[in-house]
């Protein structure tokens, strides 16, 4: 039954709303050493409520400038364009997670926006405290780890339903339920995502392996920052209930990131101060 599933899944996947022009060229310009502030500033200035939210992210005390940031230019040279990026990232997958699914898991569907949002924020700031040299990468790799639960929420939602119930009433992993009634997991669905909306291959791999780091080969740093720090959301009970609890660090994961269990309550501890600044979220187009 699982093969069927997916198979039907997948197509599914390939009918999914590919990402808006505007978007892609501006992550690719994002991208290309050749292009300048100018051009960035260009095509975001052609959006007005990403123009809006660029000014909002520059003025907020998560970049703590002392004057106040009135123009796109003054905020693409202070934010960087990797921060553009992300932003930019964000604000088209919220649309996509928050608009374009239609409603009946209205509820779930924020829950799990807010947890995304959180892991991503946890990501960023693992990822800087490691200097590890893309912080942002891992902003959106967090960001995006779940998007294959806003997949099956929607496209599978009777066995969405019996994974739920697995997980909330037989003490199982989602990993675990999403096998037995799938036959593949979250992870396989949003990293097929990742691919038709032409994400960098770390980007896909951190999608697909969030729940086994050790078998990544592009960036197993960045695939281990961003278990780290889901299974650190999860914990902290940000989103969806009973999952969290039985949620475990891959070894993998702390080896590669040389991190012991005293570092890592220490990052919980301060994790958990960057979650209560409401300024670090939200971020996104609403
Ligand atoms: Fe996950």
Redesign the pocket.
Known sequence: MGKIILDNLINKVEDMPILPDRISKIISLTEDPDSTIKDLEKEILMDQSLTSEILKLANSTYYGYARSISTVSEATVLLGSQAIKSLVLASAVSQFLIKELPDGYGLEKYALWNQSQSCAIISRFIAKKLKYPKAEEAYISGLL??I??TILNYYVAKEYGTIINKVEKEGKT??EAEEETLGF???EI?AKVAQKWNFPLALVESILY??SPELSETDPKLVSIVHIA?SITMMLGVGLGNDGLSYNFSEFALKTLNLDGEAIEKIIYEATDYLNDRDSFNIVVS
Do not use: A, M
């Open positions: 780890r779940d294959g639960k989602f990993i997991n979250h992870g949003g969030h729940h889901d």
